[in-house]
T-cell receptor, first 117, second 114 residues
């Protein structure tokens, strides 16, 4: 149980295009989903927290107009990188907190590797 | 403020050796949770353990063991008889009860040579 999927797992796009990444909790409902970014050889950096039906909370330094987050249901959150540029190339990981699971419980997706040419 | 320190950037050992990965944390909260995750080259995070601040018992799971010591604010991870498949980056992380955010250490890259 407690599986989180991400789609796509890998994407290569041209500079200036927008890319949408989906994060789904497959066998549970998620109150909260988190989006992380990881640069090579670095730790995970929290980008934003999204709660179903409300606006996402972005961490300091993360452009909300650049990284659009939508949490339309208790099992799906999407991250859209708008007008992507090479510096947006990174590994994006989502995690989901189960409904009633408490803040100490997060299940991670397998990650999406974005390469912007 | 909370902080997790993994001072070892990279460790390289020969297969079958024991290896310990250090994790030191900082928090003023009395209720918190500590985690270890493994990240193999594929990138997917693998959950290894969660320990709450009220449970100082050491844990053993196969070749893995964890030593939680509140007196030194440490949560160290030992792999016994290491194997090549243990090669990965290992992250220690912290959540405090007053804040939902996972605080991540910088990670330790573990290389197990055959």
């Amino acid at each position: 149980g407690a599986v989180v999927s991400q789609h796509p797992s890998r994407v290569i796009c041209k500079s200036g295009t927008s890319v949408k990444i989906e994060c789904r909790s497959l066998d549970f409902q998620a109150t909260t989903m988190f989006w992380y970014r990881q640069f090579p050889k670095q730790s995970l950096m929290l980008m934003a927290t999204s709660n179903e039906g409300s606006k996402a909370t972005y961490e300091q330094g993360v452009e909300k107009d650049k990284f659009l987050i939508n949490h339309a249901s208790l099992t799906l959150s999407t991250l859209t990188v708008t007008s992507a540029h090479p510096e947006d190339s990174s590994f994006y990981i989502c995690s989901a907190e189960p409904l009633g699971g408490g803040t100490d419980t997060q299940y991670f997706g397998p990650g999406t590797r974005l390469t912007v040419l | 403020a909370q902080k997790v320190t993994q001072a070892q950037t990279e460790i390289s050992v020969v297969e079958k050796e024991d290896v310990t990965l250090d994790c030191v944390y900082e928090t003023r909260d009395t209720t918190y949770y500590l985690f270890w995750y493994k990240q193999p080259p594929s990138g997917e995070l693998v959950f290894l353990i969660r320990r709450n601040s009220f449970d100082e018992q050491n844990e053993i799971s196969g070749r893995y063991s964890w030593n939680f010591q509140k007196s030194t604010s440490s949560f160290n991870f030992t792999i016994t008889a290491s194997q090549v498949v243990d090669s990965a980056v290992y992250f220690c992380a912290l959540i405090v009860d007053s804040n939902y955010q996972l605080i991540w250490g910088a990670g330790t890259k573990l290389i197990i040579k055959p």
